[in-house]
């Protein structure tokens, strides 16, 4: 398996094919929260990188089916009814209903790469289980795309992409080639971090743009938890994940 990651979201700095297999990691917040909805029993999450669009979509939607989630500069979009924490998408607030999400970066990462032939969500809860995913597809090509921040650099992103890279190596029962640089230098830092995740979350420019503004405690420690969901969240329809 030939493994790449490019970590911008914006249009130039992704490559220009269409993968077998896209794994879309935005640790803080938006791919922690789509896991921990599925989890929850949302019906499935239309991303959408523009916010006119997906008021006119939620709007279709039979009103006591629908949520619209999400943030811009990390904090929640006005007159929406979540924000992007993973700890909003409660069972009793989602169960059975879609989920119209747009966030920074995230959402935006995962229209990038919509054209994969298989596209998944990552966050660290559900590395395992994207990881195993992607080795029962005995892929040749695996594109993972790290969201950022607005087209820059991600540690988040970076360790997890790291996180899955290891598990990959361990796990795959062939060859598994560390294509570019970037992945090397993830797969470093995983190891540096990987018994305090929670710490490299914190160190990260968009950990420390989280806590100043607010008490975002919960969301770190839930962000920063390896390999405690079982939830493979896919995109089942052009902008629609949904679980397997
Ligand atoms: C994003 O998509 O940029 C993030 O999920 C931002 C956030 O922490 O809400």
Sequence with gaps: MIINLTYYHVANDVPEINPDVAVVIDVLRATTTISWALKNGADSIQVFADLNLLKTSAMKWPADKRLMLGERGGKKIDGFDLGNSPLSVKKET???????????????????????????????????????????????????????????????????????????????????????????????????????????????????????????????KCCSELDCLDIVPFQAERGVIRAS
């Design 94 to 220: 989602v169960l059975g209903k879609r989920l119209f999400m747009s966030t920074t970066n995230g959402t935006k990462s995962l229209k990038e790469v919509q054209n994969a032939k298989h596209l998944f969500a990552m966050g660290l809860p559900n590395r395992k289980a994207v990881a195993d995913k992607i080795i029962s597809l005995n892929t040749e090509n695996l594109l993972i795309l790290g969201s950022g921040w607005e087209g820059s650099y991600s540690l988040e992103d970076s360790l997890a992409a790291g996180a899955l890279a290891s598990y990959l190596k361990t796990n795959f029962n062939s060859e598994v080639n560390i294509a570019n640089d970037e992945l090397q230098a993830a797969l470093a830092l995983w190891y540096f971090w990987e018994n305090d995740i929670l710490q490299c979350l914190k160190t990260a420019t968009h950990g420390k743009r989280l806590t100043s503004l607010g008490d975002y405690e919960d969301d770190f």
